[in-house]
T-cell receptor, first 112, second 110 residues
Framework: NAGVTQTPKFQVLKTGQSMTLQCAQD?????MSWYRQDPGMGLRLIHY???????DQGEVPNGYNVSRSTTEDFPLRLLSAAPSQTSVYFC???????????FGPGTRLTVT | DAKTTQPPSMDCAEGRAANLPCNHSTISGNEYVFWYRQIHSQGPQYIIH???NNETNEMASLIITEDRKSSTLILPHATLRDTAVYYCIVRAPNDYKLSFGAGTTVTVRA
């Protein structure tokens, strides 16, 4: 199993540009989520999904959209990038009924 | 969510046990204690979790006090690769969010 994969690893955007961060998992996990981590801080939940077709907001959802059309994929869309969205983004997945979450390697995003 | 309190940093000698404390005095009866760690620039890694009883796996042991207001993560034989930020998190079974605080930065020294 590849586990949780994220692309790209690094991205630089200009203010106002849009882009999609990709996340995929091959463990057939129902639950997937996106977190952001700012320098020196813990992770904050952006959006999560409990299964295909079902998504919900976390604690910092503004400026981001998600969709879940398949079990495997959970892309995160930045609608109009702002410097405040400069961060490291982590995707995670979890099997329903189990407690441990598996995290991807992260995408490091810089918005200038 | 119940909040947790951890020391900001601690050092440990290689080969010795590392004992990481966590206070969670407002924990609810159905909330579990989770430990994750994050090695520099990597995604967080699950270590262990528990409800009431002490737990052990191949990575660590978790000791939870009888009143559940605090816990200790034990890395039995710390190695240089255990240098990381360790997060103590409390979460209810039906809570989808992991609330990461600042964690404890553990530095293992040779």
């Amino acid at each position: 199993n590849a586990g949780v994969t994220q692309t790209p690893k690094f991205q630089v955007l200009k203010t106002g540009q849009s882009m999609t961060l990709q996340c995929a998992q091959d463990m057939n996990h129902e639950y997937m989520s996106w977190y952001r981590q700012d320098p020196g801080m813990g992770l904050r939940l952006i959006h999560y999904s409990v299964g295909a077709g079902i998504t919900d907001q976390g604690e910092v959802p503004n400026g981001y959209n998600v969709s879940r059309s398949t079990t495997e994929d959970f892309p995160l869309r930045l609608l109009s990038a702002a410097p405040s969205q400069t961060s490291v983004y982590f995707c995670a997945s979890r099997q329903t009924g189990r407690y441990e979450q598996y995290f991807g390697p992260g995408t490091r995003l810089t918005v200038t | 969510d119940a909040k947790t309190t951890q020391p900001p940093s601690m050092d440990c000698a290689e080969g010795r046990a590392a004992n990481l404390p966590c206070n969670h005095s407002t924990i609810s009866g159905n909330e579990y204690v989770f430990w994750y760690r994050q090695i520099h620039s990597q995604g967080p890694q699950y270590i262990i979790h528990g409800l009431k009883n002490n737990e052990t796996n191949e990575m660590a042991s978790l000791i939870i006090t009888e009143d559940r207001k605090s816990s200790t993560l034990i890395l039995p034989h710390a190695t240089l690769r255990d240098t990381a930020v360790y997060y103590c998190i409390v979460r209810a079974p039906n809570d989808y969010k992991l609330s990461f605080g600042a964690g404890t930065t553990v530095t293992v020294r040779a």
